[in-house]
């Protein structure tokens, strides 16, 4: 039966260890953020803070897609490009 090493596979892909080690750490961290998020607004709804909530929800969408172009900005800006 042929195996299959997972770290050789990803080396060979161009994918070294320390990538995905980023990536996962990344991938799972927000899951975390997004179900505390969750469940902040969840509980908010649940008390009857609509406009608690509604106003968590966007001032979070907001921050999140300013900071992502503020991001996007500060690596071009870095790189050059």
Do not use: Q, W
């Amino acid at each position: 039966i042929p195996t299959v090493d997972p770290a050789a596979a990803h080396e060979h892909m161009g994918i070294t260890a320390r990538t995905r080690l980023m990536a996962g750490v990344g991938f799972c961290g927000s899951f975390t953020t997004f179900s505390t998020f969750s469940v902040d607004v969840v509980n908010m709804l649940g008390k009857g803070e609509m406009t608690r909530a509604c106003s968590y929800v966007a001032a979070n969408n907001a921050g999140g897609i300013l900071m992502a172009f503020t991001g996007f900005n500060m690596a071009k800006r870095i790189l050059g490009r």
